[in-house]
Structures are given as structure tokens and as C-alpha cells.
């Protein structure tokens, strides 16, 4: 009676044959040279010194937000709920602090009716809102701090935060005073 076939055997046969060459020839080859030593190491220099205010027990201040340039998508390519997200994340609580540093009175209560108007309760955020000062030169020239605010703060702000230029003049784009407010007629 025949266990294995032929075929079979030829098989094992040569795959046994094979290992016991390779592995002649690996036991008659010569041993591989020891690892290199790494090279001695510097001697370390002397231990920096520590500053006071390094050792306070008060907690290290908050990580400033990324510019916005790092921002993965301009608000104009987000979906509605990106928007949403970015608007009641990145957007409202960078725009309170700076409105409150302004006037922290006047904008105690910042948030979405701030400046998207009453219709924001009820999930209305078109821009710009008639419900803001209708800008002209006389209103600017009457409130010039206010307008120096929104001019060198809000709108460079803004434009960051959504991944947009600042209004350009000379060539009439980017984001500016009329993406929020309505121009008085």
C-alpha cells in the first residue's frame, strides 16, 4: 500500500532537499561581524536653571487659537451645520471677548442676536441685517471710536475667523462693513 504518491513525494522531496543545502551552506558560512559600538557620548552640559515664574502653581495660560489661514475650510465652502458649528464654536466666543473688551456694558450679553438680529432665535442668520445701524459717513464720523473698533478690529477679526480678505478697497472685495451692515440711503 502506497501513502504517498509520487508526485507528493517528489514535492516534499525536493522542498527537504532545498532546506538542507540552504541550510548547509548557511552553517559553513562565516559569522556575522558584532554590531559596531556607538560612539561615547558627549558628557551632558550644565543643568539650565530654573526660572520662578516656571515653578508657579498657577496653570500655564490657554493655547491661543490656530490663525485662520490653518483653517481646513473657508466659511463661504462650509455645509450648514459646519457653519453652525463654527459660528457657535471659533466665531461667537472670539467676537464677545473682543466687542466685550471694547465695551464690556454695551456687549455684556453678546451672542447671536448681537449681530445677526432677532430673527436669530428663531434660526434666521441671513447677513447683512437691516436690524444693525445702517452705516453712512455721518453715523462713522459721529461714533468714531466705535468706528475705528469695527474698522481695525471687527472686520480683519472677522474676515480671519471665516477665511476671508479684508475688505479691499482698490479692488472692491473681501470682507468688509457691508457684509453685516445695510448702507443708509
Given amino acids: 500500500m502506497r501513502l504517498i504518491s509520487h508526485r507528493s513525494f517528489n514535492v516534499r522531496g525536493a522542498t527537504l532537499g532545498a532546506a538542507l543545502i540552504l541550510g548547509g551552506a548557511a ?3 562565516p559569522p556575522p561581524p558584532p554590531p559596531e559600538e556607538p560612539a561615547a557620548a558627549e558628557p551632558p552640559g550644565p543643568m539650565p536653571e530654573a526660572k520662578a515664574e516656571s515653578m508657579s502653581d498657577e ?3 490657554p493655547a491661543e487659537a490656530p490663525p485662520a489661514e ?3 475650510k473657508a466659511f463661504h465652502d462650509m455645509d450648514p451645520g459646519e457653519k453652525l458649528n463654527h459660528m457657535k464654536t471659533v466665531v461667537a466666543p472670539q467676537m464677545a471677548k473682543s466687542f ?3 465695551d ?3 456687549f455684556a450679553n453678546f451672542g447671536c442676536v448681537t449681530c445677526h438680529g432677532p430673527g436669530a ?3 434666521k442668520f441671513d447677513m ?3 436690524a444693525l445701524p445702517p452705516l453712512d459717513k455721518k453715523l462713522m464720523d459721529k ?4 468706528t475705528k473698533f469695527m474698522m481695525e478690529k471687527v472686520v480683519p477679526e472677522m474676515a480671519a475667523l471665516l477665511g476671508e480678505e479684508p475688505y479691499d478697497p482698490a479692488k472692491g472685495e473681501g470682507f468688509g462693513c457691508m457684509e453685516c451692515h445695510t448702507e443708509k440711503k
Fill in 27 to 29: 552553517a559553513c558560512a
Fill in 100 to 102: 466685550q473688551e471694547f
Fill in 143 to 146: 461714533h468714531p471710536a466705535a
Fill in 70 to 72: 490653518e483653517k481646513k
Fill in 104 to 106: 464690556a456694558k454695551e
Fill in 121 to 123: 432665535k428663531d434660526g
Fill in 59 to 61: 496653570p500655564p495660560p
Fill in 128 to 130: 447683512p441685517n437691516p
